[in-house]
Nanobody, 130 residues
Framework: QVQLVESGGGLEQPGGSLRLSCAAS????????VGWFRQAPGKEREGVSC????????YYADSVKGRFTIERDNFRSTVYLQMNNLKPDDTAVYYC???????????????????????WGRGTQVTVSS
């Protein structure tokens, strides 16, 4: 069964850190670009960060730039999101998603648009509160 499984969420105080993991099961991630998204109650799902299959391109939303870092370990078919200096506004369910790279992109493309992904995990809750 092809699926993505997120883990690492939890309750953290403002200024703290969490590291989310997105593990692929039933397939290997090396030919896929991967994005992290989040959805807070009553809000639309928004893109947070993405990483290309080649690991050469990463992108961050302005709201997390300088605080979050995305990286991938293709040997483990896992993508990580290191979140530092957490803020209450970071509270949301975090999802990872994948899409197979196109040959024309050379593996250097990724996106934080929800519409560009066709395989989603079930999410992990992140709550930032004192």
């Amino acid at each position: 069964q092809v699926q993505l499984v997120e883990s690492g969420g939890g309750l953290e105080q403002p200024g703290g850190s969490l590291r989310l993991s997105c593990a692929a099961s039933g397939f290997t991630l090396d030919s896929y670009y991967v994005g992290w998204f989040r959805q807070a109650p009553g809000k639309e799902r928004e893109g947070v960060s993405c990483i290309s299959s080649s690991d050469g391109t990463v992108y961050y939303a302005d709201s997390v730039k300088g605080r979050f870092t995305i990286e991938r370990d293709n040997f483990r078919s896992t993508v990580y999101l290191q979140m530092n200096n957490l803020k209450p506004d970071d509270t949301a369910v975090y999802y990872c998603a994948s899409h197979r790279m196109s040959l024309s992109s050379g593996g250097d493309y990724c996106s934080i648009s929800v519409d560009d992904y066709d395989n989603w995990g079930r999410g992990t809750q992140v709550t930032v509160s004192s």
